[in-house]
């Protein structure tokens, strides 16, 4: 999945009206107060001076001459032309009207055109995937407590406040973080399961070489055991999900060992009490090896586990 949030685009600026380009018309009035000569009022909000044509209906000051009005919302400066449909200053004579929306502009005093200006670069957010792993790695490489929102916003160019506005608080980060992580082994162990051209017994141990942590400090684990930790203080829609991921494991286990009932590789056992028990087994051993307990590295802790399943489960054992 991915993330994203949005930078602000600034509109290109306006182009003004060329410094010396028009003048008051005839007889106009000052800043204030309408001017009119041998032709209608100009009802405009600001001053308008109009020669010998129709009334200018602007929302700022216009300048016209001889010509049609000139229907613009800031000053227009129109001579013998057409009108300069504008929302900013427009010098026109004889001539194109002054861009206001980023193109060219005209020049009236016989220089180049200006250069459009470039529109300000739209920021992007990573993919949630990558932030997610970068946390997963953050935590591999320094442990939770080098996990921070700020440093975390850092490695992924993204502030910590956009990071709170996606994930709110730091337990929703873990536990997303978490998520991700058994996503990525929840394929893994299906992958796994399902080759049905393997015994039973040789998909179990990889199922339990799965389930135990590769040494002290490993990052899942680390994180799983924290996660744990906070879900006494947690909502019923953060229990839900971990649970969710119990769930998972279980499942898998229980089906396997149904298989291996089913298929007389495996003794005879309920399979569903009998997974809960062997998962329990398996929780207590893999804290002592996260949590690098002296005696109880994953290879001890393998051999143990092989040994409990060939007194318990294996047939023929």
């Known amino acids: 999945m991915g993330i994203g949030y949005n930078g602000r685009v600034n509109d290109p600026q306006a182009a003004p009206a060329e410094e010396g380009s028009a003048g008051p018309a005839p007889g106009a009035a000052g800043p204030t107060g309408r001017a009119r000569t041998g032709g209608a009022s100009a009802p405009t909000g600001g001053a308008s001076a109009q ?3 129709a009334s200018a209906p602007t929302g700022d000051a ?23 449909p504008t929302g900013g200053a427009s010098a026109q004579a004889d001539g194109p009207a002054a861009r206001t929306d980023g193109g060219p502009a005209a020049r009236t005093d016989g220089g180049p055109a200006r250069a459009p200006r470039p529109a300000r670069r739209r920021n992007t957010a990573p993919p949630r995937e990558d932030v997610l792993a970068a946390a ?3 935590i591999a490489e320094r442990g939770l407590d080098g996990l ?8 992924v160019g993204m502030s910590s406040g956009h990071l709170l506005y996606y994930f709110r608080t730091k337990d929703e980060l873990l536990l997303r973080t978490l998520e991700w992580s058994e996503g990525r082994l929840g ?6 399961l399902s080759r049905h051209d393997l015994p039973v017994a040789g998909r179990l141990a990889a199922y339990v070489e799965l389930y ?20 006494q203080y947690a909502g019923d ?34 399979p569903d009490r009998y997974a809960a028990r062997l998962r329990a087994l398996l929780d207590g051993f893999s804290v002592h090896v996260a949590v690098g307990l002296p005696g109880t590295g994953r290879a001890q802790v393998l051999a143990q586990v092989r040994e409990h399943l ?3 489960l294996l047939s023929g054992s």
Request: proline content about 5%.
């Open 187 to 192: 394929a893994e162990r299906g992958a796994l």
């Open 237 to 270: 829609d953060a229990r839900d999900r971990q649970a969710a991921i119990e769930g998972a494991w279980h499942r898998d286990l229980v089906a396997l060992i149904a298989e291996g009932v089913s298929r007389g590789e495996l003794r005879p056992v309920d």
């Open 310 to 312: 060939a007194e318990t």
């Open 51 to 53: 020669a010998g044509g």
């Open 148 to 155: 921070t929102m700020a440093g975390l916003g850092r490695d």
């Open 136 to 138: 997963m790695a953050t």
């Open 62 to 84: 216009s300048v016209q001459a001889g010509g049609a009005s000139a229907p613009t919302g800031d000053a227009s400066v129109q001579a013998g032309g057409a009108s300069a």
């Open 212 to 231: 135990v942590p590769d040494g002290p400090r490993d990052p899942h684990w680390t994180l799983w055991l924290e996660v744990w930790n906070r879900s």
